[in-house]
């Protein structure tokens, strides 16, 4: 999966901005500066909005969730860094952000964005995106909103412990795993075997049902002929009954005495 120069499993693409950081100061961050971390990096569309306060308060309140695991988290949008500190400086209250424990990059000319693939040409702001990048600084994950959904941080925490897990323990992670869950081997033999052990459990099923058909048309065979023989000792049985009776009738006409 590829957006603009972001694929997975590829290098993430750099970046080297000014950022608003959580003291409120102006400073220069660039990608290289987190090697060797975890980095959660998201896009919002624009400052002084509706859903966008939601995610950023979400993300800078749980920050100490990600920061326990080596994560870092940061979050971008078009507006200046200017822009930004007005919107730091509103209370939450009456829809600012208040104080902030992430940094917030100041993408004006848009490249992040452009380079990240969330850019929405026709309205000049950044779609939802959201990246996760490994401590060699590849790409893990890539989910992008359109701009009326909100993303979810608790999901945000699962995959990156997950993607940790993963890199620490050599396994893979099933659906809705969560830390303490059980996790799979990616062994191809195991599969192999279980394959060819449902592959010959399928073949001794077929010849259990060929074998019982057989022997069904064999009783229904057997049946038959019995019936038949039996039908055909009736038969014989019958004649030679009406044979004695004939003779019997015969013998008594014979010794019947003739009239005077």
């Known amino acids: ?56 308060c979400q993300f800078s309140d749980r920050i100490k969730d990600f920061t326990d695991i080596n994560c870092e988290v940061i979050a971008c949008s078009m507006d200046s860094e200017y822009s930004h500190l007005a919107w730091t400086n509103v209370e939450r209250k009456k829809g600012g952000l208040g104080e902030m424990s992430i940094p917030i990059l100041a993408d004006k000319t848009k490249s992040i964005m452009k380079a990240y693939g969330v850019l929405k040409e026709d309205d000049g702001v950044a779609y939802r995106g959201l990246f996760i990048i490994d ?86 065979a057997l049946f038959l002929t019995l019936y038949n023989c039996l039908s055909m000792c009736i038969f014989l049985f019958m004649n030679l009954l009406s044979v004695v009776f004939i003779l019997l009738f015969v013998c008594s006409l014979l010794h019947r005495p003739l009239p005077a």
């Open 135 to 220: 401590p060699e600084q590849r790409l893990r994950q890539i989910t992008i909103n359109d701009l009326p959904v909100g993303r979810n941080v608790d999901e945000t925490l699962r995959l990156v412990k997950a993607f940790q897990f993963v890199e620490k323990h050599g396994e893979v992670c099933p659906a809705n795993w969560k830390p303490g869950d059980k996790t799979m081997k990616a062994d191809p033999t195991k599969h192999t075997r279980r394959r060819r052990l449902h592959s010959f459990m399928g073949s001794c099923l077929c010849c259990i049902i060929q074998l019982f058909i057989i022997l069904f048309y064999c009783a229904i």
């Open 1 to 56: 999966m590829s957006c603009g120069d972001a694929k997975l499993n590829f290098p993430a693409p750099h970046f080297d901005e000014v950022a608003l950081m959580p003291n409120g100061t102006f400073k220069k961050i660039d990608l290289a500066s987190y090697k060797g971390k975890w980095v959660v990096l998201f896009f919002y569309p624009l400052d002084f909005t509706f859903v966008c306060p939601t995610e950023i």
